[in-house]
């Protein structure tokens, strides 16, 4: 039997980063299972069941790979999150956030494999994003991030001193703010999740 593939420790750089600072990251261009949507994600249903869909076809999708002999752990979920007008970017605004949420996908996982797990899913739950979920390829290259611990809702200082060290440093944003969830919020208390926050940045 083959290893289990875990990629938090393949792809350590980008989902198990050093614990302290900021650092700089060059992300190689991945491919995701993504779902847009719109609204503050505490309060939209839209946002739960988008989750729930992400991880019915990320493990439907493992679990097809598993039978042709490869295993893997499904990562962890991510979100991409802006505004129109980015400066206005902030908690208080979550109410006017777009979104998208997805998950990577290992290289085997195609367009077909996907299309062939969303009628499964389709056969067993009923959830309207199946509709919207599609694989879609994302490039970051140049970015910034943190490995962030506490409650998501606090997050505003860390994102302030990472806008902070973009200009003091010669940077512009370049790209949507993008989360990494290492933490589950129904185990894990919310003073004790790990979040990466990470930003595309290109030089001035």
Known sequence: MSE??????????FYNPRKSGVHLVTVPAMNFLMIDGEGDPNIVPEYQEAVETHYAISDGAKFALKSQGFDYIVPPLEGLWWMDDMREFS???KHRWSWTMMIMQPEPVT????????????KKKKLAAIEQARLEGYDECLAIQVLYTGAYADEGPT????????????????????EIYLGDPRKTSADKLQTILRQPIRMI
Do not use: C, P, Q, W
């Not at 367009?111 to 389709?122: G, P, Y």
């Open 4 to 13: 289990k593939v875990d990629f938090k420790k393949l792809l350590k750089e």
């Open 91 to 93: 908690i208080a605004n």
């Open 111 to 122: 367009n077909d494999l996907i299309s062939r797990v969303k009628e499964d899913v389709r």
């Open 159 to 178: 994102i302030a001193e990472m806008h902070r060290y973009i200009r003091d440093n010669g940077y512009e944003t370049n790209g949507k703010h993008h």
